[in-house]
């Protein structure tokens, strides 16, 4: 029944290829030489008779035929592997793609109450701040991002599911509040200069006017809401931050918040979650999704 079917190595090193679009990559990511991925591709394009790729000086494409195997190769392998470790009993592991903010003020600090609900799944963390394609690049399994999510649902290969709306509030240390209280016209406030160029205008300082009323405003600027939250967690001066980034500092009162009229709705802007296709049933996928859902629910900022 499988005899025509060409071998599980050969197909393995085509679909790394063409995920990557480059033979040296699958070559790292498959831990063998360049020459052997060539060697492994020629002799299942002579199986098949047909060519799966455009060979050009410096980068690979795939033909039409190509294409069409690349699809069915990567979700047959990505199935096979499911059920593999389903077998084996091994813990699932999925690693996850965020800003480092989110990372480090939201999600580690919650993650706990994940891993003990599903001991059994192991969570991987990606810190960082450039987009990555997670429908060709493998190691990473899911994304969570920042922004406007696209205004198309879906598209042929990934899922976007919009997770929780966000609104900027000021927060500071109780000591700070209280020397802000007694001196206002001396106030700091620290603010985030978006990475991403394509996130809207916010127009911070206008609303800061129209909120700190009747004081010399000095306000400073960081790249990273991280860094924007650590300058007011040491006492320095009033962050404005993302409710959400502040909830784990505000539930061990490190940071206070101010009042209801001195919070930011950000318009439009969303959490959402980047799932791709050929993840649409994995049971760890779908258990980290909900999770992430409800746990989100529980710190649903004021708007």
Request: aromatic letters at 8%; glycine letters at 4%; one cysteine or more.
């Amino acid at each position: 029944m499988f005899q025509q079917l060409p071998s599980l190595n050969a197909i393995k090193a085509f679909e790394s290829a063409a995920r990557l679009n480059s033979f040296k990559d699958a070559a790292n990511e498959l831990n063998v030489t360049p020459t052997a991925i060539s060697h492994q591709i020629r002799a299942l394009e002579d199986s098949l008779t047909v060519r799966l790729f455009e060979r050009k000086t410096r980068a690979v494409t795939l033909t039409i035929e190509g294409e069409l195997l690349a699809e069915s190769a990567n979700q047959s392998l990505q199935n096979l592997l499911s059920t593999v470790n389903q077998l084996k009993g091994s813990p699932r592991t999925l690693t996850i793609s965020t800003t480092s903010s989110f990372a480090a003020m939201w999600l580690v600090p919650n993650l706990a109450d994940f891993q003990q609900q599903h001991p059994d799944i192991d969570i991987q963390i990606r810190a960082e701040e450039a987009l990555i394609d997670i429908e060709h690049d493998r190691r990473v399994d899911m994304a969570i991002r920042y922004g406007e999510p696209p205004k198309q649902p879906e598209t042929k290969t990934l899922i976007y599911q919009p997770l929780i709306q966000e609104s900027i509030g000021f927060f500071a240390t109780p000591d700070y509040w209280k020397k802000y209280s007694e001196n206002p016209s001396e106030v700091v406030l620290f603010c985030t200069q978006w990475k991403n160029p394509n996130l809207p205008n916010l127009g911070i300082e206008e609303a800061i006017k129209s909120i700190v009323v009747g004081s010399q405003t000095n306000i400073r600027y960081f790249n990273d809401e991280n860094l924007t939250a650590q300058a007011a967690l040491s006492g320095q001066g009033i962050a404005l931050i993302s409710q959400l980034a502040a909830a784990n500092s505000v539930k061990n009162t490190w940071l206070i918040q101010g009042t209801e009229e001195m919070a930011i709705p950000l318009s439009g802007l969303h959490y959402y979650l980047v799932i791709p296709k050929r993840l649409q049933t994995n049971q760890a996928a779908i258990r980290f999704k909900k999770w992430l859902q409800s746990r989100l629910a529980k710190n649903q900022p004021m708007v």
